[in-house]
């Protein structure tokens, strides 16, 4: 069973910095894509940024270009979300997934796999 743990959420102050860590373990063989999503209170999970396993250009949603950054270490099986010059409307819970199709990006509903998600909270 492929597993996803996240780690980095906490408290910053609007302006700050936060990275986020995700790392896959067991088949990790069935993945070629992953990707970082946020729900914040009372909105739907949204789509933040996607990368592959193979390299090229990550994808990301219109609303954290410029100052979200997604990077990968294939040998140690993680992905990063580097999140700078954050603002309160980025408060939220953030999600590490996983998805197996070959199309890129792939569509929301195509990442299968899921972590349990990280807090964070951006105080003005």
């Known amino acids: 069973q492929l597993q996803l743990v996240e780690s980095g959420g906490g408290v910053v102050q609007a302006g700050g910095s936060l990275r986020l860590s995700c790392t896959a373990s067991?088949?990790?063989?069935?993945?070629?894509?992953m990707g970082w999503f946020r729900q914040a209170p009372g909105k739907e999970r949204e789509f933040i940024a996607g990368?592959?396993?193979?390299?090229?250009?990550?994808h990301y949603a219109d609303s954290v270009k410029g100052h979200f950054t997604i990077s990968r270490d294939n040998a140690m099986n993680t992905v990063y979300l580097q999140m700078d010059s954050l603002k309160p409307e980025d408060t939220a819970v953030y999600y590490c997934?996983?998805?197996?199709?070959?199309?890129?990006?792939?569509?929301?509903?195509?990442?299968?796999?899921w972590g349990q998600g990280t807090q964070v909270t951006v105080s003005s």
């Open positions: 990368i592959r396993w193979s390299g090229g250009s990550p």
């Open positions: 067991g088949p990790t063989y069935k993945t070629t894509v």
């Open positions: 997934a996983a998805s197996g199709v070959l199309a890129w990006p792939p569509r929301p509903y195509e990442y299968d796999y």
